[in-house]
């Protein structure tokens, strides 16, 4: 970017209705070379299969780039949203379930009904 002369470049990616995104040889993996060398820093948000929104915040941006990295390289929290429809146990057994599948892609057949 230095080279280019760029200070600053700022965006938002959004998948198209109905559609999900993956990195591939664009936009996506430009973006993450470009925060996992330093240059920026990345969030995401998106909606599980359920539809609970899943989000963790792009830490603060910096022009240093070794500022970038040790922020990138925090620990970063994972923000879930859930739509309130169940009682309180039924609702603790479905965000339990949701964080489950959310990290462990293996683990769908977790079911998120109460023991």
């Known amino acids: 970017m230095g080279e280019e002369g760029i200070g600053i470049q700022r965006g938002v990616a959004k998948p198209m209705p109905g559609e999900t995104m993956k990195a591939g040889e664009g936009l996506i993996q430009a973006t993450s070379d470009l925060a996992q060398a330093g240059y920026g820093v990345t969030g995401f948000r998106g909606v599980t299969e359920s539809g609970a929104v899943a989000q963790v ?27 309130r429809m169940y009682d309180d146990e039924d609702m603790t057994a479905s965000v339990v379930a949701e964080l489950v599948r959310f990290y462990d892609h293996d683990a769908a057949a977790i079911s998120p009904e109460p023991a």
């Open 57 to 83: 915040p792009k830490p603060p941006f910096n022009m240093d780039r070794k500022e970038n990295l040790r922020q990138q390289a925090k620990e970063q929290r994972v923000r879930m949203f859930f739509e």
